[in-house]
T-cell receptor, first 115, second 111 residues
């Protein structure tokens, strides 16, 4: 089925470890986004990309890096995980600027716990 | 702080009743969107209303937008147990920054 696929679905990290979350979409969307969702905080934008080879910072970028080497993939990296990065991470994609008329398509999330 | 704020934070109703959720925002927008999130799942886009629209329908969903009050409401008619989920409003601001989400309303529909 067409959509946004996130891997892994669950992960437990020790403080200081690194990992990469993968997001893949098969809808030929130009825009891709990484959000984190925490209780009482809603969804907060970490980084986003407006096209292959481009990335930009969102609301809470510190401690994260991203890459968009291929149009269909958007990777989120944690170089040195901290307990404050315990969260549920969502990837989303959209056709273009201003979310067009179609809204965002979200993945099912990655639940990350840093101990 | 978040651009959109939903009210109430939680709502519990009986199957068959209508559910109304409200969203207030702070800055001028291009459009406002509503999303649903089932427990443990990603957000699903429900409906989008543009700033020049006042009301929009989609199945059992009715969305209104009052740009003068910077508020929107989502009405779900004849609710079902399967409507149990969190509902988020998201605003697409004129300023050009990204879609911004509120904290959501948790709706519980009791059978």
């Amino acid at each position: 089925n067409a959509g946004v696929t996130q891997t892994p679905k669950f992960r437990v990290l020790k403080t200081g470890q690194s990992m990469t979350l993968l997001c893949a979409q098969d809808m030929n969307h130009e825009y891709m986004y990484w959000y984190r969702q925490d209780p009482g905080m809603g969804l907060r934008l970490i980084h986003y990309s407006v096209g292959e080879g481009t990335t930009a910072k969102g609301e809470v970028p510190d401690g994260y890096n991203v890459s968009r080497l291929k149009k269909q993939n958007f990777l989120l990296g944690l170089e040195s995980a901290a307990p404050s990065q315990t969260s549920v991470y969502f990837c989303a994609s959209s056709y273009g600027w201003r979310s067009a008329n179609y809204g965002y398509t979200f993945g099912s999330g990655t639940r990350l716990t840093v101990v | 702080s978040q651009q959109g704020e939903e009210d109430p934070q939680a709502l519990s109703i009986q199957e068959g009743e209508n559910a109304t959720m409200n969203c207030s925002y702070k800055t001028s927008i291009n459009n406002l969107q509503w999303y649903r999130q089932n427990s443990g799942r990603g957000l699903v886009h429900l409906i989008l209303i543009r700033s020049n629209e006042r009301e929009k329908h989609s199945g059992r969903l009715r969305v209104t937008l009052d740009t003068s009050k910077k508020s929107s409401s989502l009405l779900i008619t004849a609710s079902r147990a399967a409507d149990t989920a969190s509902y988020f409003c998201a605003t697409d601001p004129l300023s050009g920054s990204r879609l911004t989400f509120g904290e959501g309303t948790q709706l519980t529909v009791n059978p």
